[in-house]
């Protein structure tokens, strides 16, 4: 059991980071994930700082994206991938477990870039890694 303590340190840091909709940022949203339960920026929303070349698992404080993940903002400079799987890991030899999205908005993950193709990667995603381009 955690101690109340890092629970409440835990939930005040997320409550922190939740956002309404990418403008509502700030000046600091070049280093910042924006990610969302619902498309077009709805939802609840989540502004992360990025930290280049981790995973992270939508676990912990994060669990509210897991396999709820809709809509996300990625910082020019940046490419993201997200994954069917914790861990970042991909187990698919056809693509279909992981998107690569590059700086931009993404309004709505259901029609995305994929790698062979637009999938729906909608209310799929339970890891992600953001790499400097």
């Known amino acids: 059991m955690w101690p109340s303590a890092y629970l409440f340190a835990v939930l005040a840091t997320v ?35 990025i930290t280049p070349d981790g995973c992270q698992s939508f676990i912990g404080g994060f669990t509210i994206m897991n396999k709820e993940l809709s809509s996300a903002v990625i910082p020019d400079g940046f490419i993201c991938t997200f994954f069917e799987d914790f861990g970042c890991l991909s187990t698919g030899s056809n693509g279909q477990d ?33 790499s400097v381009i």
């Open 15 to 49: 409550l922190a980071v939740v956002s309404a909709a990418p403008a509502d940022i700030g000046a600091d949203a070049s280093e910042n994930l924006t990610l969302c339960t619902n498309n077009n920026f709805g939802g609840v929303c989540l502004a992360i700082p």
């Open 98 to 130: 992981e998107v690569a999205l590059q700086g931009g908005s993404f309004a709505n993950f259901a029609a995305i870039p994929g790698v062979f193709a637009a999938q729906n990667f909608d209310n799929d995603a339970s890891s992600y890694s953001c």
